[in-house]
């Protein structure tokens, strides 16, 4: 079989020849005969030392020659969604609860390939365990462990008794958990591959992705909480779907389609999202002007000297700051139910997260040409059975179990192969020290603005 020649292969032949044809009709050769790296230079439009260092390449390797790059890895996966980083993040509590080790970038990284299918370098996962509250500290052996931060932990294991605690009652004692999220769906929303051949063209991908529909649902064991549906338009053209859904949307929602349609008194699982959290009582912040500081002061009953300056008043502010009262567990706590919020970076404690998924793809299969992708949305809902939810619910249950199972001897583990230290070691390799530490942020820490929604 014949060779196939590169481009780049064919222009120096194609100068071979030109050069050569110049000599025969000038009925002579350009440079003494003797001369050879410089007549192979003049011919192949390459420097002598190029020349030279090719022929001590071809004479090391007996004439064989390699592209440099050719066998280089692509770029590293740089999207992960969450159900990826959940993952990433049990097999850190994997390492110190099952396999009793310290998990470094270095141990942790090809189990996660291996068992995660991940095809990020070992830089781009160490970001990727900052950005979901981990740190470092020094252990035993003087290498980095992979420490996740107090304030995650403690979130979790409150989230777990109260869930955990629900589900141990006796049946006519338990309360019905209902998990509420928002997601969306583009109009061109497809499936990426399908049958096709010669003559059945199959489903054409469009260019642009069209209008976004923001969802927002809930639902639980028994299955999707009934008439709670919401779907409307989005204008904004950002990414984040979170630029769409703000605080009014969403009391609002809670309040038409939520409430109504909820028989029984309740407990209400929502993430972290900053407009599921408006606070009432909300204290002051270095922004806040201090006259508004003095009277925030008064009116909480703590006593200051008027001479004193802003970052004292703020001290204080801090010393007697009330836990934070959030609007929206005030209005559902008016019907008698309960909101309990996610732990950060915890979605795979939700379990319409896989609804999410087993919705889009109804969809995605059934939006083959220009269908109301609207009411593809709503068929694909209805379509969802209770066992989905049951399911779904009890996949969860099995995650909750092994967090549970995990905490009773997670931080005796630690603390056998850590010793504890004062100072955070800044990296675990020299190479890590230039990143700052970027955990316990997320797109949600920000605050979105969005658009009223029209009940159609």
């Known amino acids: 079989m014949n ?5 780049s292969g064919r222009k120096v032949i194609h100068r071979v020849f030109l050069h050569c044809l110049a000599e025969q009709e000038a009925g002579e050769i350009t440079h003494a005969i003797d001369d050879v790296y410089r007549r192979t230079a003049e011919m192949t439009g390459v420097s002598i030392n190029t020349v030279r260092n090719i022929e001590k390449e071809g004479a090391r390797n007996k004439g064989v020659f390699s592209t440099p790059g050719k066998h280089r890895k692509g770029r590293p996966k740089k999207v992960l969604d969450n159900f990826d980083l959940s993952a990433i993040r049990q097999k850190v509590h994997f390492f110190y609860v099952v396999k009793k080790q310290v998990p470094t970038l270095r141990n942790l990284l090809p ?28 252990c035993q052996s003087d290498r980095s462990a992979l420490i996740e931060k107090t304030d995650i932990a403690l979130k979790r294991e409150k989230y777990l008794k109260i869930i955990l605690d629900n589900r141990n009652l006796p049946e006519e004692l338990r309360k019905n958990i209902i998990y509420l999220d928002e997601s969306y769906v583009h109009a061109s929303y497809k499936l990426k591959k399908c049958w096709q051949s010669m003559d059945v063209s199959g489903i054409k991908e469009n260019v642009s992705k069209g209008k976004r529909y923001i969802i927002v649902h809930a639902g639980s064991e028994k299955g999707f909480v009934p008439n709670a549906l919401l779907i409307f338009s989005g204008n904004n053209q950002n990414e984040d779907y979170h630029s769409e859904m703000n605080h009014y949307n969403f009391t609002k929602w809670v309040k038409d389609k939520l409430i109504p349609n909820l028989t029984e008194a309740s407990i209400i699982v929502m993430d972290n999202a900053p407009y599921h959290s408006v606070v009432l009582n909300k204290a002051p912040t270095s922004a806040t002007k201090v006259a508004e500081i003095k009277v925030w002061l008064e009116d909480n009953g703590v006593p200051f000297e008027d001479s004193l300056r802003k970052p004292e008043l703020l001290t204080l502010v801090k010393r007697h700051k009330p836990a934070p009262l959030y609007e929206i567990d005030e209005i559902l706590g008016e019907h008698g139910h309960t909101v309990v919020r996610l732990p950060p970076y915890h979605c795979d404690l939700n379990p319409i997260e896989l609804i999410w998924g087993i919705a889009k793809h109804k969809i995605a299969s059934n939006n083959v040409c220009s269908t109301d992708i609207k009411m593809a949305s709503q068929q694909a809902f209805e379509s969802i059975s209770v066992e989905n939810w049951v399911n779904s619910c009890r996949h969860v249950m099995k995650i909750e179990k092994e967090y549970f199972e995990r905490g009773r001897t997670l ?28 955990a316990g942020t997320s797109t949600q820490d920000a605050v979105f603005s969005g658009v009223e929604y029209v009940d159609e």
């Open 411 to 438: 931080y005796t583990d630690i603390e056998q192969l850590v010793i504890p230290v004062n100072d955070d070691s800044s990296s675990e390799e020299s190479s890590e020290s230039c990143y700052s530490d970027i």
């Open 3 to 7: 060779k196939t020649i590169r481009s």
């Open 111 to 138: 189990v996660i390939k291996a068992d995660l299918n991940y095809d990020g370098s070992r830089e781009h996962l160490r970001k990727v365990l900052l950005s979901l509250g981990f740190k470092y500290k020094k």
